[in-house]
Nanobody
Framework: QVQLVESGGGLVQAGGSLRLSCAAS????????MAWFRQAPGKEREFVVC????????YYADSVKGRFTISRDNAKNTLYLQMNSLKPEDTAVYYC???????????????WGQGTQVTVSS
């Protein structure tokens, strides 16, 4: 089992920045591909980005490419998401996830956090 706890969400104006964190505990964090997903009200959960276990490979959704940056610190068992140039359409609950696969499908991730709310005002 891996337990994931997100933090860092909040209310920000359009064009602003936020940094999300996801603290992991349980099984070795470094074994897993880590990802961020988001879910807006009335919409399906949407892939944002993932990062390989060693942190050398990343895969971004087109909607966030160039604005968001994922990183991980395996020594601290922590995943990060730096979000810049935020837009109102980025408003959602953001979830971190851990799994053995790669890419967008939610089925490739076995462990999920409880989510943190990000609200971007126009």
């Amino acid at each position: 089992q891996v337990q994931l706890v997100e933090s860092g969400g909040g209310l920000v104006q359009a064009g602003g920045s936020l940094r999300l964190s996801c603290a992991a505990s349980g099984r070795p964090f470094s074994r897993y591909t880590m990802a961020w997903f988001r879910q807006a009200p009335g919409k399906e959960r949407e892939f944002v980005v993932c990062i390989s276990w060693i942190g050398t490979s990343t895969y971004y959704a087109d909607s966030v490419k160039g604005r968001f940056t994922i990183s991980r610190d395996n020594a601290k068992n922590t995943l990060y998401l730096q979000m810049n140039s935020l837009k109102p359409e980025d408003t959602a609950v953001y979830y971190c996830a851990a799994g053995g696969g790669w890419g967008p499908p939610t089925s490739r991730y076995d462990y999920w956090g409880q989510g943190t709310q990000v609200t971007v005002s126009s």
